[in-house]
Every structure is written in structure tokens, then in C-alpha cells.
């Protein structure tokens, strides 16, 4: 790969040549620095979540909290996970399917309010991930200390975590040129503080004009808005961390990605990360009936709805082909 190549979004399913094999290129390219504002940005992003997350269960034995503040979690880690795995990993990362503007731009403001980053920088990270994945170069693999029981410690925690902290950013001319190219997902992203403080505080709105009282909204602000986005954090880095290194590998992919079960219902379908990074442009991640798949759920009702079209849905031929004897 020379300095001007640009990754392809598709992934691993190009040659390893294609997607910058680290035979040639041990460093993958990097830009500019993360300023420390916003490496205090970050820590606050992560450590005020995680507080109430803490909080929670001594509040949830006390009965502060109402099947209101429920519905309202649930809605809003539904619509803005969704943004994440349908909208920034299936349909901008990888080009799973192909939609209308308004629908691409609804996309990336769910997404947005995971408050996970602007979705250009979540994009290019991913797509080196996928470039490197558990080699020299990938943002984020538990491998990176190598194995053994300290090192590997050591890596699930930066794979988890330590990697958002880390201050040399990923290229995003490099990584997501068609993304930079696009006017709009430019302004989306650059107006990621609005969707954050939307994410905050539309469920306060909701629930305080729901109960009526100003203690409601603060309830619902508390699980809907703090404890929810801390959930979803937790649950999206584990595919970083968790999903490569444990779980089963049914397909041959050429890193660590195994199939995490018990995951699939929180992580929305994306912890069948085996399957993924065998064949990541496929819109459906859990390949067999019994894998729940939320997000190929909804692809294949936007499908219906002729909101999303050219889905690319598994071929069994191809699969089988990958699949790696019992
Ligand atoms: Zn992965
Ligand atoms: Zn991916």
C-alpha cells in the first residue's frame, strides 16, 4: 500500500494487499494529535456514566426508578445503538447496503447520539481496525502485548478502554475519503457536541412531561440518559476486547474474531464478530436462524419498506467456502 492508496471500506474481503497487509507497512499512517481538552472530554465522557452505572443498584433496590424511565432507556439505547451498528459499522463503515440521503444522514446522527464520537473518526478507526485486525497497526486489539495471562490483561484493558486515550488519531483522508467527500456527513460530524447534548437531554425532556414533575425528568435522566449510554459504551467496546479473544470461530478469518453468544442481544447482532470478519461487508452478522440479530432485523424491514436497497445479504455458497471444518 502506498501513502496515497485509501483503505477499502469493504474490509477484509479484498486481498491482504488490498487493505494494507503489515508486511509492507508495520505503522499505519496517523495524523494529528488529540488535544488534551479532549482527552479530559473523554475521561469525563466515560467516568460520569460509569458513576451512575455504579450508583444504579443501590437507587434500584431503593425502587427509584419507574416503568417509565424503563421504556424510555430502552427506546433510546434501541434507536442509538441501532445508529451505531446498522448506521456507522453495516451501512458507513462498510457499505453493507445503499439508501436515500435523508435516510444516510438520519443514520449518522442516531449513531452520533451513542455519543461513541463523530462518525467520521469512528469509521476510519474501524475500517484500520479491519485493515490490521489483531496485528501490528489495529487501534484496538487485545493482542497487542501478546499472549500470557499479564499481557493479555493488559491488552483487553487497552482494547476495552486505553485505545480511545490513545493520542495519535487515525488518518481520516486515508480511511474514510468518501465520508470527507460528503457535505453533509461533514457537517454531522462536525456538529457531534449537539447530538451528544441532545442525547442527554431528550430523555429528561420526555420524562419530565411524562411524570409531570421535575423529579421525573432527573430520574429518567439518570437511566435513560447516564446509565444507558454507560450500557451501551461497555457493550460496544466489548466487541473490541471480549470478542477477540474469546467465543467460538466456525469461519477462517485472519485474526482472533470469535462468535460471543452471549452478547448478541445487547450488542444488537454484532458480537457474531467471527462471521464479520470473515465476510464484513454483509448486512447480517448472525448468519443462522437461532443468532439474534437486531440489526439485520431492521435492515430487512427498512428493506421491506424500500427504505434501504442493494442489501448485501449472505451467500451460502460463499459461507460455506469459509467455513472451517467441526
Ligand atoms: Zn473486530
Ligand atoms: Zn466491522
Known sequence: MTATDTVNPAGATAPAAQVGAPTRHTVAPRSA????????????????????????????????????????????????????????????????????????????IAGSMAIEGPVIR???????????????????????YGPGFRALTKGLWHAHIGWLFDVEQTDQRRYAPDLLDDADIVRVSRLFGLWATLSLAAPALVGGLWGGSFEAAVQAFFWASLVRVCVLHHVTWSTNSICHVAGKHPYRSRDRSGNVWPLAILSMGESWHNLHHAEPTLARHGVRPWQV??????????????????????????????ALPK
Open 33 to 108: 494529535l488529540k488535544a488534551r481538552g479532549e482527552q479530559i472530554t473523554l475521561t469525563m465522557v466515560i467516568m460520569i456514566p460509569l458513576a451512575a452505572l455504579a450508583a444504579a443498584v443501590p437507587l434500584l433496590w431503593d425502587r427509584w426508578i419507574s416503568p417509565r424511565d424503563v421504556i424510555i432507556a430502552v427506546a433510546m439505547y434501541a434507536i442509538t445503538g441501532h445508529g451505531v451498528t446498522v448506521g456507522f459499522h453495516r451501512y458507513f463503515t462498510h457499505r453493507g447496503f445503499r439508501t436515500s440521503r435523508p435516510v444516510r444522514v438520519a443514520l449518522a
Open 122 to 144: 469512528w469509521v476510519a478507526d474501524h475500517r484500520r481496525h479491519h485493515a490490521f485486525s489483531d496485528r501490528d497497526g489495529d487501534p484496538h486489539s487485545p493482542w497487542r
Open 293 to 322: 440479530d437486531s440489526s439485520f432485523y431492521l435492515i430487512k424491514a427498512m428493506e421491506t419498506l424500500h427504505l434501504v436497497h442493494e442489501v448485501r445479504w449472505p451467500d451460502p455458497q460463499r459461507l460455506q467456502a469459509k
